[in-house]
């Protein structure tokens, strides 16, 4: 069993940073892929950025050259660090956690881009 506990959303303005966190607990293995995705209101779950085969990372190209991932492996914490927000960034950012055939997914932080 994984459980995965996202924190770190918040209210921010455009252009603004903030960085989530990601603490997994559990049964844990190196060859998993762990990553962050986002649903707005109305739209469908959608990948940002995710770890696989160990340290090779994808983004979306929405927010590519603005959101850095990246992970503490002995801590078996997940981040996030979400620079230069746009309105469109505002959606529940869930965490991800995928091995041996099994996704896990934690609650999810909220985070809004807003003047």
């Known amino acids: 069993q994984v459980q995965l506990v996202e924190s770190g959303g918040g209210l921010v303005q455009p252009g603004g940073s903030l960085r989530l966190s990601c603490a997994a607990s559990g049964s844990i293995f190196s060859s998993n892929a762990m990553g962050w995705y986002r649903q707005a209101p109305g739209k469908e779950r959608e990948l940002v950025a995710l770890?696989?085969?160990?340290?090779?990372?994808t983004y979306a190209d929405s927010v590519k050259g603005r959101f850095t991932i990246s992970r503490d492996v002995p801590k078996n914490m997940l981040y996030l660090q979400m620079n230069s927000l746009k309105l469109e960034d505002t959606a529940v950012y869930y965490c991800?956690?995928?091995?041996?055939?099994?996704?896990?997914w934690g609650k999810g932080t909220l985070v809004t881009v807003s003047s």
């Open positions: 991800s956690l995928s091995q041996y055939g099994m996704d896990y």
């Open positions: 770890f696989f085969r160990g340290s090779i990372t």
